[in-house]
């Protein structure tokens, strides 16, 4: 059976361009959709955030203003009551071994461009987990957390290497637009990163050796998915 870190924020706001605080979390479908997935497989998941503080979710993924239905918003809900536990007592990252686990994997919502991007503890074990040649999966937003692995020499531990993640044209389509501190795939590029993305609000999963990668919150399944498959082929 195999075991899984899912890393989340415990950032419950993000400080935009402009210096205000704006409410955030991680966002419920990533959360929700993967977590099932991967559970139903008979993976066991394991939550941990920085300093094992309770996460936030987003609410804006809970209703209209994210451009999800209400039946889909009561879905997410339904589930996540299913792992309040859970979620109300994560581990600490600087408690984990990377050796301990089969998989690492980072939903998304905005809330990792405001602590995972630059999380010490994150980045030791995202370094040592590719070193291992550990299965890495971001989702969405979720990729800026790859922004903290820097090997000792300061190098971005994932320049060169093909990823997706919420586009550019996505973040002004239907995310913080100019309002945002700073644009996740633009970021990316710019350590060295690949980015393969697909059209706005597309299933999109990108794979490059142990790093697996979803585009948006309609890849979560998908990318729980290629997890499991990339599991079950080492």
């Not at 919502?109 to 999380?119: F, K, T």
């Not at 550019?168 to 913080?176: S, W």
């Not at 795939?185 to 794979?207: D, I």
């Amino acid at each position: 059976m195999s075991k899984i870190l899912m890393v989340l924020s415990a950032a419950n706001s993000l400080r935009l361009a402009d210096g205000t605080a704006h409410p955030t979390g991680y966002w419920a479908e990533e959360v929700a959709a993967s977590h099932r997935t991967l559970t139903a497989a008979g993976a066991t998941v394991v939550l941990a955030t920085p300093g094992g503080v309770r996460p936030t979710v987003d609410e804006v993924s809970l209703d209209e203003r994210g451009g999800v239905a209400a039946a889909d918003a009561a879905e997410y809900r339904t589930y996540l009551d299913t792992v309040a536990d859970q979620l109300a007592r994560p581990l600490a990252l600087a408690d984990i071994r990377a050796d301990d686990y089969d998989a690492i994997y980072i939903p998304g919502g905005h809330a990792p461009m405001a602590d995972l991007v630059s999380d010490a503890d994150l980045g030791r074990l995202l370094v040592a987990a590719n070193t291992r040649q550990t299965t890495v999966a971001t989702l969405c937003h979720g990729a800026a957390a790859l922004l903290s692995a820097e090997t000792p020499d300061g190098a971005f531990a994932y320049a060169g290497r093909a990823l997706t993640s919420f586009t550019d044209e996505e973040e002004r389509q239907g995310g913080l637009g100019d309002g945002t501190p700073f644009l996740v795939e633009t970021e990316l590029r710019e350590r060295g990163a690949v980015l393969r993305t697909g059209a706005p609000w597309s299933s999109t999963v990108v794979q490059d050796g142990n790093l697996i990668t979803g585009q948006n919150p309609q890849s979560s399944t998908a990318t729980a998915e290629a997890v499991l498959k990339a599991l079950a082929a080492r």
